[in-house]
């Protein structure tokens, strides 16, 4: 009976959309408060809309499956998250696993991976597996996110040298097409791409409120339009033809026509995939938020934010949207935006289709090599260097070799080889080896610097004295 109160009590708290979170919202300044969670709202939205545009064609999707998607997910993450400031959208960990399903599949099939690993994040939630997934070493997070922000700038290489062929998904594949189309090559897309680029770091610079991607497609579009009108660009509309508006479109998981051994691995593997990076994405993007803001109040809840995540990707591709999760870069800007609450998330629902609505007959005319500008500032934003700090900080050589494999194995091999072997090596040598072999592999290296110092005093013993 405690068991069944145990569980009920878990669910009616993760079922509550308005909980501790908006604690913050009622203190001092109501008016005022709401109003910053607003305005942080509106200029996130500005912000998300190229970049949801981008995330989903670089995934094999249409552009406005980007703009439903990350609206839709943030009004379910908003609501039923575990995090008061996480902002929610596609984000780039998800390209290479979601373009590598389209590359085989259809969306019919991305929809049913990502409802069956909403599930598990659900039954996460509601198990307390919240601390588990934390475990995952930061090594091995730091090299897989190093090794997406490879993937990704490989796959705009096509987009940013103005390429009209496609160049494929996989890195060898990409390496050799790059050089193969080379006589496509147009220097306007290259110089709009690299202005996109500069444009969106300067604006980062600047203020929080300078929204630089949505400035980036802005210039591409006058260029397009106007003095470079006419000299080969490739627009989005070329590639996808018009945006629609009509935005919520209902769209259903498809099984395969028939089941094989090849399609059962498929479809556990992209399971997985989504799983393990709405995980401890979110995860991350939530502690991380949590000291930024200098929280000082009720602290993000992982089982909660494993409940929101698992809704999030349930219902997200039935809008025709698809997996998203906590997005790093958003939720830092809407935190300097000012936002304190779930509000601000909510906002960014409302004015992302709004003004998505408004835009569209523009957006459709912006160069693809904005998109590919764009993405290049993503993929070089990935990896900070207060990270790779942390990782040098540990003074462990097998934390360093970690984060090294995982970065290196994930372009060549995929997610799955990458990160689960990371995961594999990092439990063996942790919990399995012989008196702990991690600790032996430093304590190595301490010994060996010992034998040095040593060795030196004993040749030369003035120096040390």
């Given amino acids: ?32 408060n709401i109003i910053k969670d607003l305005t942080a709202g509106l200029i996130v939205a500005m912000v998300a809309i190229p970049m949801a545009m981008g995330f989903a064609m670089a995934s094999g999707l249409r552009p406005e499956q980007g703009i439903v998607g990350g609206a839709v997910a943030g009004l379910l993450g908003a609501l039923f998250g575990g995090s008061k400031y996480q902002v929610y959208g596609p984000t780039a960990a998800y390209i290479p696993i979601i373009g590598g399903l389209m590359a085989t599949y259809n969306h019919g099939f991305l929809i049913l991976a990502s409802i069956i690993a909403g599930i598990l994040l659900m039954i996460s939630g509601v198990a307390k597996l919240g601390k588990v997934i934390a475990k995952v070493p930061n090594s091995i997070v730091v090299g897989f996110t190093a090794g997406i922000a490879v993937v990704i700038a490989f796959s705009q290489m096509g987009e940013v040298l103005g390429y009209k062929s496609k160049l494929g998904y996989g890195l060898n594949e990409q390496i050799q097409n790059i050089f ?17 680029f500069i444009l969106c770091r300067i604006a980062k610079k600047v203020s929080p409120f300078l929204p630089g991607p949505l400035l980036g497609l802005a210039l591409g579009f006058l260029a397009a339009k106007t003095f470079w009108a006419g000299n080969g660009l490739v627009l989005i509309k070329d590639k996808y033809g018009s945006i629609p508006t009509d935005f919520f479109v209902f769209t259903t998981p498809v099984l395969p026509a028939s089941w094989n051994a ?35 109040g009720t602290p993000f809840s992982p089982n909660k934010e494993f409940w929101g995540q698992g809704i999030v990707n349930v219902f997200t591709p039935l809008f025709n949207g698809f997996p998203h999760t906590g997005a790093l870069a958003r939720t830092a800007v809407s935190i300097k935006l000012g936002a304190i609450s779930p509000l601000a998330g909510i906002a960014k629902f409302a004015f992302k289709l709004l003004m998505a609505a408004f835009l569209a007959i523009y957006l459709e005319n912006v160069p693809m090599a904005c998109i590919g500008g764009i993405l290049l500032y993503v ?45 594999g090596i990092y439990i063996i040598l942790n919990y399995m080896g012989d008196h702990h072999i991690i600790k032996k592999l430093d304590e190595a290296d301490h010994i060996s610097r010992a034998f040095n110092y040593m060795r030196n005093k004993n040749s030369n013993p003035d120096k040390f004295d």
């Fill in 262 to 296: 090849q399609i059962i691995f498929d479809l556990a593997y992209y399971v997985v995939a989504i799983y393990f990076v709405a995980a401890v994405e979110s995860l991350l993007c939530s502690r991380m938020a949590d000291r930024l803001a200098n929280n000082k």
């Fill in 1 to 32: 009976m405690k068991t069944d109160h145990s569980l009920y009590a878990t669910l009616k708290y993760f079922l509550n959309p308005f909980d501790q979170r908006y604690e913050d919202l009622k203190k001092g300044n109501v008016t005022g």
């Fill in 180 to 196: 193969k189309y080379l006589s496509e090559f147009n220097v306007y897309a290259l110089i709009i791409a690299i202005a996109t």
């Fill in 379 to 423: 993929a070089t934003n990935m990896v900070k260097v207060d990270e790779l700090k942390e990782i040098f900080a540990m003074k462990s050589n097998v934390h360093l070799l970690l984060m090294i494999y995982t970065a290196l194995m994930l372009p060549f091999f995929g997610f799955l080889t990458a990160v689960l072997s990371a995961i």
